[in-house]
Each structure stands twice: as structure tokens, then as C-alpha cells.
């Protein structure tokens, strides 16, 4: 069953995803697929107001850290924290830089 998830986030990934630069702190880059979209998400001390954030989508074997940059569609972003994981696809929210 491992298998049939783990194919099912490289279907994902294949079929919305879209062409990524990732420059990690040591400067060694990778090109991969990757979603980004806008969500929306409760902030806030009682979580009582609603903000956007930009979340990056990407197979969870990359391991990404704060301050690494991401290159799509001509705009550089930076990598904040990771949001979720679900062994098969992490989100990360990322910044425009």
C-alpha cells in the first residue's frame, strides 16, 4: 500500500506540478517538480484572522532549510519552515524574496 501512495505523489507531482531551481546553503542546486499555490490560514495568538501564505509542494525525500531559495516561473523565493509532512509530499511555506 506504501508503494501505491508513494506512486500516487509522483502522479500528482507529474500531472500539476511545475519546473523548480532549488539553491540549498551549501550552493548545490537541483531541478525538480513542485507545486506553488496561495492558501489560506488562520494566524493569529487565537488563530481569529485569516492570512495568505505561499506554500511550496514537493516530494518529502528533499530536504529543504530555512533560507534556501527556490527559483519558478522567473521568481526567487526563500524558504521559511515546513508546514506538513506526509511522507510522500511536504509543504513548505516560502516568501518572495
Excluded: P
Excluded at 502522479?11 to 546553503?25: P, V
Excluded at 484572522?49 to 509542494?57: K, M, P
Amino acid at each position: 500500500m506504501d508503494e501505491a501512495f508513494k506512486q500516487l505523489g509522483h502522479s500528482i507531482l507529474s500531472t500539476f506540478g511545475q519546473s523548480l531551481f532549488i539553491t540549498f546553503a551549501d550552493t548545490s542546486t537541483l531541478e525538480t517538480l513542485g507545486i506553488i499555490k496561495q492558501q489560506v490560514v488562520e494566524i493569529g495568538q487565537y488563530e481569529a484572522v485569516a492570512g495568505e501564505i505561499t506554500v511550496l509542494s514537493l516530494d518529502s525525500t528533499i530536504r529543504l532549510k530555512r533560507g534556501d531559495t527556490v527559483l519558478a516561473n522567473g521568481s526567487t523565493y526563500e524558504v521559511d519552515r515546513k508546514l506538513k509532512d506526509d511522507g510522500y509530499l511536504a509543504q513548505w511555506n516560502i516568501y518572495d524574496r
